[in-house]
């Protein structure tokens, strides 16, 4: 009876994390997540269609910090600069995360050099 006891609580454990990471799954495949970003241009590479923005916490997803951040259209970096303070959309599927929109609304003087 005991190695059958043994047996019954294996299979249950491996029920129990197929179930939980069934519903994790389940969890991640939602629908889109639409968060507003506002920050400083840091860098650009409009080759790879990145940015790295110094941004502020992002309310329930992200406390503040520098990070690079995808587009998935480069007319979305169309007119920005290094040094511009910008406001935009950024959107969380699953594992990926992307920036939707970026609008200046600020831009650094054009007497201090751009690094």
């Given at each position: 009876?005991?190695?059958?006891?043994?047996?019954?609580?294996?299979?249950?454990?491996?029920?129990?994390?197929?179930?939980?990471?069934?519903?994790?799954?389940?969890?991640?495949?939602g629908p889109a997540q639409h968060h507003q970003i506002e920050g400083l241009v840091?860098?650009?590479?409009?080759?790879?269609?990145?940015?790295?923005?110094?941004?502020?916490?992002?309310?329930?997803?992200?406390?503040?910090?520098?990070?690079?951040?995808?587009?998935?259209?480069?007319?979305?970096?169309?007119?920005?600069?290094?040094?511009?303070?910008?406001?935009?959309?950024?959107?969380?599927?699953?594992?990926?995360?992307?920036?939707?929109?970026?609008?200046?609304?600020?831009?650094?003087?054009?007497?201090?050099?751009?690094?």
């Amino acid at each position: 009876m005991r190695a059958s006891s043994g047996t019954n609580r294996a299979v249950v454990l491996i029920v129990v994390l197929l179930l939980a990471s069934i519903v994790g799954c389940n969890k991640q495949e939602g629908p889109a997540q639409h968060h507003q970003i506002e920050g400083l241009v840091m860098a650009l590479d409009s080759t790879r269609n990145r940015v790295i923005i110094a941004h502020e916490e992002i309310p329930h997803y992200m406390k503040a910090m520098t990070m690079p951040f995808t587009v998935r259209e480069s007319n979305v970096l169309r007119g920005i600069e290094v040094g511009d303070s910008v406001r935009g959309v950024v959107t969380v599927k699953k594992s990926e995360v992307w920036l939707d929109s970026l609008t200046v609304i600020a831009r650094m003087s054009s007497s201090e050099p751009h690094h």
